[in-house]
């Protein structure tokens, strides 16, 4: 697993239930070391072994968890790098969920050696998609479902997702878009201020 993944999860824990809470987990997964660098890759059942130890802690359901660090990806202040490179995607919502078929390449551009599942965008009707998650990264439809609600909210529309099931390997999200301009959505300038 690539340690930017390893540190997407560390931050969300230290952030969102503290640091002893992640010294705990990284201490009962017998690691070795409590912080990961963002630049290694780790043995993926490290990372399983991690959510695994947290969920326990947490008394949580890993897919509830996974959607609770996809929210926290896009809407904590300290991920606005990756908040950045989503709003990238488009100028409203539609067209960012258009923009998901090429997520995997633009992370790569990003980071050369991180290899995001590819996503496929069916379009139902002009509110109703299907996103398909192929498989590569256990948890990640359940990471997707978190970044489509707060990337939602960040354009001011009001959408409802769901996990619609699978075919074969491959994980499918159901978006409802129910209106498009529901509230203002968060200030996003094309330039980084300093």
Same mark, same amino acid.
């Given at each position: 697993?690539?340690?930017?993944?390893?540190?997407?999860?560390?931050?969300?824990?230290?952030?969102?239930?503290?640091?002893?809470?992640?010294?705990?987990?990284?201490?009962?997964?017998?690691?070795?070391?409590?912080?990961?660098?963002?630049?290694?890759? &780790?043995?993926?059942?490290?990372?399983?072994?991690?959510?695994?130890?947290?969920?326990?802690?947490?008394?949580?359901?890993?897919?509830?968890?996974?959607?609770?660090?996809?929210? &926290?990806?896009?809407?904590?202040?300290?991920?606005?790098?990756?908040?950045?490179?989503?709003?990238?995607?488009?100028?409203?919502?539609?067209?960012?969920?258009?923009?998901?078929?090429?997520?995997?390449?633009?992370?790569?551009?990003?980071?050369?050696?991180?290899?995001?599942?590819?996503?496929?965008?069916?379009?139902?009707?002009?509110?109703?998609?299907?996103?398909?998650? &192929?498989?590569?990264?256990?948890?990640?439809?359940?990471?997707?479902?978190?970044?489509?609600?707060?990337?939602?909210?960040? &354009?001011?529309?009001?959408?409802?997702?769901?996990?619609?099931?699978?075919?074969?390997?491959?994980?499918?999200?159901?978006?409802?878009?129910?209106?498009?301009?529901?509230?203002?959505?968060?200030?996003?300038?094309?330039?980084?201020?300093?």
């Amino acid at each position: 697993m690539h340690g930017l993944i390893n540190r997407a999860v560390q931050s969300f824990v230290c952030g969102t239930y503290g640091q002893s809470c992640w010294i705990n987990v990284t201490e009962a997964a017998e690691l070795g070391f409590s912080e990961f660098e963002a630049m290694l890759v &780790y043995d993926d059942e490290m990372t399983l072994r991690v959510l695994d130890i947290l969920c326990a802690k947490l008394k949580r359901p890993r897919g509830e968890l996974l959607e609770d660090l996809g929210t &926290y990806l896009v809407s904590h202040p300290k991920m606005e790098g990756l908040r950045r490179l989503l709003r990238f995607g488009g100028e409203t919502y539609v067209e960012f969920l258009h923009s998901l078929d090429d997520l995997s390449d633009r992370a790569r551009l990003a980071v050369s050696d991180l290899t995001l599942p590819v996503l496929e965008l069916r379009e139902v009707s002009h509110a109703e998609f299907q996103l398909y998650c &192929y498989p590569g990264l256990k948890g990640y439809s359940s990471v997707m479902v978190g970044v489509l609600r707060a990337i939602a909210d960040d &354009y001011g529309a009001l959408a409802m997702l769901s996990h619609a099931g699978t075919e074969g390997e491959v994980e499918i999200i159901s978006i409802v878009l129910i209106e498009s301009a529901f509230t203002e959505g968060r200030q996003f300038d094309l330039g980084a201020r300093g």
